[in-house]
């Protein structure tokens, strides 16, 4: 929605300019079309001093969903980490690598940012989330817009990811 | 004009007080200008349907598949004709669900969807359709509403009088409509009589997987085989079969095939047969057809040529087809719910002939013939007759029942549903169609548990009924509500193609069971992509196969090198989303092809053989997201002769 306001504030600023122009010389048109268009956004840019939501540390927002209580002993079940590893190629990869940002943010460090709940919520009902949960909603406003996929794993799974998590 | 409308229809309002009848329980005089009609009908923004009604698309080769008593579109799925909207007939995986003995056909004639049955009741697993032109039954699956199996039936020529099945689903069964030489040879049109034969198929239906084989040909008399029906109840274990052109004429069946006072219907004892060809009856015949099967796991379909066939001589078998005479080229033949009565609608006769099954049985054990036919023995028709609807209306073509003991025959040149009653026989209510009904159905029509609620007629002329689309137009169809005394018409639809039969079930008998998406972990195509780490592509001389994969949204790889002018390029593309309802789509540029829907978890795949030099650009076609305009790619195609290396990649300059 917010990127069709932008693009059609844009089309207007666009066509109020090609009439201003008169279109008198082609050529000048162009290159002015150009530096318009590049001084446009700067123009519109509010500068805020917010953090964007991925570098945000929110630890007790346990997110909306199906998981209210995760329990993380001191030790890193490998074995459980190792299933979520596998979890992690096959489900979630096409948006994630581990340790640069991609479609979405990496899992790398995830766990200093957000509470266990909070990553296995947006795992499980990205869907919800992204609808009820401010910081979710600011994410896919900060990753231009990009759902979520909900690869519709089961609780166990998304809790053998998180485990993986630990281990980045 | 408005207000003229509303004096109108206050007038109107006005009358109907007046006529005041009180035998009329309801206030069906009304019709649809009857306020109650629109509530009836109405399903609220995001409630949802109490029925299914799977509609044939005819000559569109396709099953529609709407909701009652809304009236509204749900789906049509592919069964006999290419499908550009999904790929279906066009994706490599699903090329041989077309393969028949004639080669690869792009289109079919759809007519008679029929669902599943167990212990004569609808069970909602899946419903069989038949084609008619080049003949074949096809069996659609209702966990996916895919077609996932097409048998093609040989010796058959007009697969009319099918795809019907038996109470338990033991078996679907096809009839020839036009007979042929069988097997086919080359000899003078002019040698009909007595050379060409009808064959009857009875196609097994394996109990748990659905899959089909014909079991065994019955190799009937050169007439034509019209419609059929399963006996239930006391009649399980024989079918029936309305016959015309018992003239057995070649030439003008306009005039010809309509001579004889009365033609047949026949009654099959499959139940015999089938202890005959335990005993070893029956002679293998050589013969070529195809059998095509789709795999919900490899997404892939296979055809297979099967090269015989077992055929049966009427006459081996003593007790196992007998004939019922029926006046004037009988159309419809239908059952009962309790199997107690055939309805034979002879469509150039003013009586409804209704047989009884009992009287049948009786006439039989008597051993009282009234002649035969190539050895068939003719029962008389006063010995079976159960009773007649006289001087019903112009044209009965079929009938189907409620469950408190009525029947509904539409008549096509009188464009009326009639309500008789079964055993008085009397004429109940009349409710014009609009116009030309052909068939009509009821939820559960062919089955002991019929559900008189809603019947809607589906009728072969439109003209003023929806606004005017040129000379082509939908066919109309109306939904009556039946579950009172008198009919009463409660909505128009439009249909897609042209609907022959249809078939309806609860919704709830089907819907719970309803696939949301393929798992990933269980697809087994041999090139499906099942995560970005699997992509690639790999060249084998001119032949490239590119594993390629989506998710919202983008392709991976959405950059390719390496391509060359000529060479043949697979897209295997693998849909990576794992939830409801988020389809991705292919298209690439001159691609003499259709595009794919590849559905969540699927892998289909789409030949492009590049003819131009250039870097060409591929996208999603279905809008999958809010970035979905960036769901993109770019294939670099070089010449013939050119050295470049393939390459692929994705996101390479993402930081």
Redesign the interface.
């Known amino acids: 929605m917010k990127?069709y306001l932008k693009l059609s504030v844009l089309m207007l600023a666009f066509a109020g300019i090609l009439v201003s122009c008169g279109g008198d010389n082609k050529k000048e048109e162009k290159k002015e079309k150009i530096t318009l268009n590049q001084a446009e956004p700067v123009k519109k840019e509010k500068k805020t001093n917010k953090v964007p939501a991925s570098k945000r540390v929110d630890l007790d927002n346990k997110g909306v969903g199906p998981i209210t209580s995760v329990d993380l002993p001191a030790d890193i079940d490998k074995a459980m980490a190792a299933k979520g590893k596998d979890v992690y190629?096959?489900?979630c990869?096409?948006?994630h690598k581990v340790d640069?940002?991609?479609?979405g943010p990496a899992p790398k460090g995830i766990l200093e940012r957000r509470s266990p709940e909070w990553v296995m919520n947006m795992i499980l009902a990205p869907e919800r989330m992204v609808r009820e949960d401010p910081l979710a909603k600011d994410l896919l406003i900060e990753f231009?817009?990009?759902?979520m996929?909900?690869?519709?794993?089961t609780e166990e799974e998304a809790r053998q990811v998180l485990e993986y998590f630990r281990t980045l | 004009m408005k207000i003229l409308n509303l004096c109108i229809g206050l007038l109107a309002a006005a009358a109907m007080m007046s006529c005041g009848d009180n035998t009329n329980k309801k206030s069906s005089a009304g019709g649809a200008l009857n306020s109650s009609a629109a509530e009836k009908v109405y399903v609220a923004p995001g409630e949802q349907d109490e029925y299914y009604a799977f509609i044939s698309g005819g000559y569109s080769g396709n099953l529609t598949v709407y909701g009652l008593p809304s009236g509204r579109l749900f789906k049509e799925i592919p069964v006999f004709s290419q499908f550009p909207t999904s790929g279906y007939g066009y994706s490599e995986e699903t090329k041989p669900m077309l393969n028949t003995s004639h080669g690869f056909i792009p289109w079919g004639d759809s007519h008679h969807p029929d669902i599943s049955q167990t212990e004569g009741v609808t069970d909602g697993r899946w419903v069989f359709i038949n084609e008619n032109n080049t003949p074949r039954i096809a069996r659609i699956d209702l966990e996916t509403f895919e077609t996932v199996e097409i048998i093609e039936v040989p010796n058959s020529a007009g697969n009319h009088s099918s795809s019907f099945v038996t109470e338990n689903t033991e078996y679907v069964v096809a009839g020839t409509r036009f007979s042929v030489p069988v097997p086919q040879q080359d000899i003078s049109i002019k040698e009909y009589k007595g050379k060409f034969k009808g064959a009857l198929s009875f196609i097994g239906v394996e109990k748990e997987t659905g899959h089909m084989d014909i079991k065994f040909q019955l190799l009937m008399p050169g007439f034509n085989y019209d419609l059929s029906h399963p006996g239930r109840g006391d009649s399980h274990g024989w079918f029936f079969f309305t016959t015309y052109n018992t003239e057995e004429a070649s030439t003008l069946l306009e005039v010809n095939a309509s001579q004889n006072d009365k033609d047949f219907i026949a009654a099959v004892n499959w139940k015999k047969i089938e202890e005959y060809i335990n005993n070893g009856g029956g002679k293998m015949m050589p013969s070529n057809y195809a059998h095509n099967v789709y795999d919900h796991n490899s997404h892939t379909a296979t055809s297979t040529m099967k090269k015989e066939v077992r055929v049966i001589d009427p006459t081996e078998v003593p007790g196992a087809v007998y004939l019922l005479p029926t006046p004037k080229s009988p159309h419809g033949c239908d059952v009962s719910p309790d199997g107690k009565y055939i309805v034979g609608n002879g469509k150039l006769s003013a009586n409804l002939t209704v047989h009884s099954f009992e009287k049948m049985q009786e006439a039989i054990k008597n051993e009282k013939f009234d002649g035969e036919a190539y050895g068939i023995p003719i029962l008389s028709f006063e010995d079976v007759l159960a009773g007649q609807v006289e001087q019903a209306g112009l044209g009965p073509l079929h009938t189907e029942f409620d469950d408190k003991g009525n029947a509904y025959t539409t008549f096509f040149i009188s464009s009326e549903v009639v309500k008789w009653k079964l055993g008085t026989w009397e004429v109940i209510d009349r409710k014009p169609t609009y116009y030309s009904v052909g068939h009509l159905t009821i939820a559960g029509g062919n089955s002991r548990e019929p559900d008189g609620k809603y019947m809607f007629a589906m009728n072969k002329i439109t003209k003023d009924r929806y606004l005017p689309t040129g000379p082509e137009l939908e066919h109309s169809a109306q939904l009556y509500d039946i579950s009172g005394e008198k009919m009463e018409l409660l909505l128009d639809f439009p249909t897609h193609g042209e609907p022959h039969y249809a078939a309806a079930i609860k919704a709830d008998k089907v819907a719970p069971n309803s696939k949301k998406?393929y798992?990933?972990?269980e697809n087994t195509h041999p090139f499906a992509a099942?995560?970005?780490?699997e992509t690639k592509v790999v060249r084998e001389g001119n032949v490239v196969h590119v594993y390629m994969?989506t998710?919202?949204?983008?392709f991976?790889p959405d950059n390719i090198e390496g391509i060359k002018v000529g060479d043949k390029v697979y897209f295997h593309i693998t849909n990576?989303?794992?939830?409801f309802d988020?389809p991705h789509g292919f298209a690439i540029i001159g691609q003499n092809n259709s595009e794919l829907l590849i559905m969540p978890g699927q892998t289909k795949t789409s030949v492009w053989e590049p003819k131009q030099v250039g870097v060409w650009p591929f996208y999603c076609t279905d809008f999958c997201?809010?970035?979905h305009q960036e769901m993109q790619g770019y294939i670099r195609v070089s010449p013939k002769d050119s050295d470049i290396e393939l390459e692929w990649s994705l996101?390479e300059d993402?930081?």
């Open positions: 990127n190629e096959k489900m990869t096409a948006c640069k940002r991609f479609i231009n817009g990009s759902p996929a909900n690869q519709g794993l | 998406f798992k990933l972990s099942k995560s970005e780490a994969t998710i919202r949204s983008h991976s990576l989303e794992q939830d988020v997201s809010a970035l996101g993402v930081e």
